[in-house]
């Protein structure tokens, strides 16, 4: 018998006892530490009784209050202990795990929660982590219930179990593990090495805790491809394990960990089977290779057990049971002859289930459906002749009757026929009726639209023309003989502003609707004298009171939104000139509709800050409407369509769509030409960029021609230390240097 990890001997099993308090964080880690476990781990298995009683007593001197009383078994990766309390002489057994590296604080740190949760686990098919901690050497060792007995394997083999035993062991291994479930406990490394049946009959499940302190849970790499238990060891672990998805890891886990130990307790053999020691050899089977069905094994295993093993073993999580109790469930029915969740519930097999729980009832109701039936039949037999004599009789009355309501049917046609023509006749003057009636109410609604509007244009008049005599009246006011003397030079004519602004607050502050539009005037002459701030903090101040006023969809509150927006724009402040731009295209659109001048306007300015703000997608997305809109309300040659024109054609040219860029800009240009034949230095302008397109779609001489042109044209009009020239000087460089003429870009090189 090879024990392998089982904790199992010859004694009797003990589970009372206090509780200890876990040391696994409490020990720290020696500095050496890893060199240690490195030699412990490449040891040979061939030790000296002097190596033994070293270790003995390292394991000793770490657990305190236990002794060590003999090893029970061995493996490549662990070690296990009899050993007795010394106080209460109770017996358990201590399972040491080499580490083959420094121990890392984030495991310890895991594996402290989950053994805390371990050590509360109180049932007859737990056994009881006890405590858990390090050696000096950084060893993991866990303390837990000492179990008389031998693995599930074995004892299956040994007692020759028939297959409702087995099952009747599964049903009571499912219920301990549902158990630690319920207490937010996962094993993770169930095998029928962990699973000890005591004297008994009843399975006990150790090794909870086990796979907090060494991992065993995550990949596969090739340290553990060497270890002797190797193939055994992967057999029960799960595809989302050996692949190493560590955060897929939950109670599904454990499901399929139990299907495996189902199918081989059922079966006699594992579902899986790797002639190699790779480790990618099982790493593949696992996760890509379904087990051949349980009943090709053992026939006798065909329906519904085959389903549930089958469900267990699926290689997604999702597709599993979810949880143990359903698969206890599963068990449950198959035990009553009930439907099991895992088979598509049809009403044959429905039927089937149910007449094999109830098989005396069933052959009941078939010799009683069957009686019936036989009866049947003879009354069908013995009425037939009699009901085809009375039918022949009502075949004939019913044709007499026919022909005579054929003729009725004849005489009604021709009345229908005469009351459709007087029908669609009234039919027809009342569609006339109705659609002179829906003409006129349409017309009616329109006047009334139309006088609505024409008394709120005429509202607005009378208040701006209200508003304009008392702001006309109040600015000269303003302008006294003596300040008008102090008025000289930008500085005067800022504090004159400002001094306006205060007096405006003062004069105008029960009249809030004036004191705004004086504050949009005044906004507009700091713009004027080069004050942006200025005039953007005014401007706000006016579009707060114009909002509480009005509200947004007004002319007023329009206006004073345009005014911040231009305030801030020309501040250079794009980033926050773009909410108030994006609000003003909102509110233009309800006050004035899409293609409106003004809301066209709004929509072009949006762009531009779009653009300035590096956000060429957006810019793109609104600019593109804008330019239709303009072409059809302004016309082609308009100065603003051109300038629409000129900035989407831009923003095309930065987005790297030179080709739709070029043309773009040989509209601009044609349009600047028709509408000032004279030439003008925007003309020259676009050329220059028509030519750095070209110079990006490899057309160099016409390129060449272009940018030369117009470099000649913008210094005429501008000279040579202007921002347009020095750009287009630096667009003729660009030109060369993609051309492969260095030379001839030096003299357009900014020195």
């Not at 553990?224 to 595809?239: D, H, Q, S």
């Not at 005067?492 to 502050?509: G, H, P, V, W, Y």
């Not at 020309?570 to 003004?598: F, M, W």
Request: hydrophobic share 40%.
């Amino acid at each position: 018998m090879n024990p392998k990890d089982a904790i199992m001997d010859d004694a009797t099993t003990e589970t009372d006892g206090p509780d200890l308090d876990l040391k696994l964080s409490d020990i720290p880690t020696p500095k050496s530490a890893a060199s240690k476990l490195a030699a412990k781990a490449n040891a040979p298995k061939q030790k000296s009784e002097a190596a033994t009683a070293a270790e003995i007593s390292e394991i000793e001197a770490a657990v305190r209050d236990y002794r060590v009383i003999r090893t029970l078994s061995e493996t490549a990766t662990s070690v296990v202990y009899k050993a007795e309390h010394k106080r209460t002489k109770r017996n358990v057994a201590i399972k040491v795990v080499y580490n083959n590296a420094a121990p890392d604080n984030a495991l310890i740190e895991r594996a402290r929660v989950e053994i805390d949760r371990a050590t509360h686990l109180s049932h007859p098919g737990i056994a009881r982590l006890l405590d858990a901690g390090l050696t000096s050497e950084g060893h993991c060792y866990l303390i837990s219930d000492f179990i008389k007995g031998i693995s599930l394997d074995e004892y299956a083999s040994v007692h020759k179990l028939s297959s409702g035993d087995r099952l009747s062991i599964l049903t009571k291994i499912c219920e301990a593990v549902q158990y630690a479930h319920q207490r937010c406990v996962l094993h993770r490394d169930l095998r029928p090495t962990n699973i000890v049946i005591d004297g008994k009959c009843n399975p006990c499940i150790v090794g909870f805790g086990n796979a907090a302190v060494t991992g065993v849970d995550i990949g596969v790499n090739d340290d553990i491809a060497k270890k002797r238990e190797f193939g055994e060891f992967l057999a029960y672990k799960t595809p989302e394990q050996v692949e190493g998805r560590s955060h897929e890891i939950d109670v599904r886990t454990d499901v399929y960990s139990l299907g495996v130990i189902a199918y081989e307790l059922l079966t006699g053999s594992l579902p899986y089977h790797v002639k190699t020691a790779n480790p990618k050899d099982f790493v593949s089977t696992i996760s890509s290779e379904m087990p051949p069905k349980p009943s090709a094994v053992k026939p006798a295993l065909r329906g519904d057990l085959e389903a549930i093993l089958l469900k267990m073993l699926e290689k997604q999580p999702e597709a599993r049971y979810q949880t143990i109790a359903s698969v206890l469930t599963d068990f449950h029915n198959y035990f009553q002859e009930r439907p099991i969740t895992a088979r598509s519930a049809g009403a044959f097999y429905e039927f089937r289930k149910l007449a094999s729980r109830y098989k005396s009832r069933t052959i009941s109701v078939i010799i009683i459906f069957l009686a019936l039936l036989t009866f049947g039949v003879h009354v069908h037999n013995t009425t037939r002749a009699t009901e085809r004599k009375r039918l022949t009789g009502d075949i004939e009355r019913a044709e007499a009757k026919a022909t005579n309501l054929a003729m009725q049917r004849d005489t009604v046609i021709a009345e229908l026929a005469n009351l459709k023509r007087t029908a669609s006749s009234a039919a027809k003057t009342e569609t006339q009726m109705t659609e002179r009636f829906d003409s006129i109410n349409a017309a009616l609604a329109a006047t009334r639209h139309e006088a609505a509007a024409y008394e709120a244009r005429a509202e607005r008049a009378e208040d701006i023309s209200d508003r304009s005599e008392r702001i006309a009246a109040y600015f000269p006011n303003l302008f006294d003989t003596d300040f008008a003397g102090r008025l000289i030079g930008k500085d005067k004519s800022i504090q004159f502003l400002d001094e306006s602004a205060q007096r405006a607050a003062l004069d105008f502050k029960d009249v809030p609707e004036i004191q705004a539009s004086i504050y949009l005037h005044l906004a507009a002459a700091y713009q004027n004298m080069r004050e942006p701030g200025k005039a953007a903090a005014l401007a706000k101040t006016a579009l707060t009171i114009f909002r509480e006023k009005f509200g947004e969809e007004h002319e007023d509150t329009v206006t004073a939104l345009n005014r911040v927006t231009s305030a801030l724009y020309q501040d250079g402040n794009y980033a926050e000139c773009e909410p108030y731009a994006r609000k003003l295209v909102d509110s233009a659109i309800q006050t004035y509709g899409e293609s409106h001048t003004r809301t066209l306007t709004a929509s072009h300015n949006l762009g531009m800050t779009f653009y300035l703000n590096g956000k060429l997608n957006e810019a793109g997305e609104i600019l593109d409407p804008v330019v239709r809109h303009r072409r059809t309300v302004l016309g082609p040659n308009h100065e603003k369509t051109a300038a629409s024109i000129h900035a989407l054609a831009i923003v095309r040219f930065e987005q790297g769509r030179q080709a739709e860029a070029a043309e773009l800009f040989r509209e601009e240009i044609a349009a600047l030409h028709d509408e000032t034949p004279g030439g003008h230095w925007h003309i020259a302008d676009a050329r220059s960029r028509l030519g750095a397109c070209l110079t990006s779609m490899g057309e160099f001489e016409a390129a060449e021609a272009m940018l030369l042109d117009s470099l000649a044209e913008l210094k005429d009009t501008f000279g040579e230390s202007h921002d347009a020239t020095i750009q287009a000087k630096s667009r003729i460089a660009a030109l060369y240097r993609a051309w492969g003429r260095p030379d001839s870009a030096t003299p357009y090189l900014q020195k």
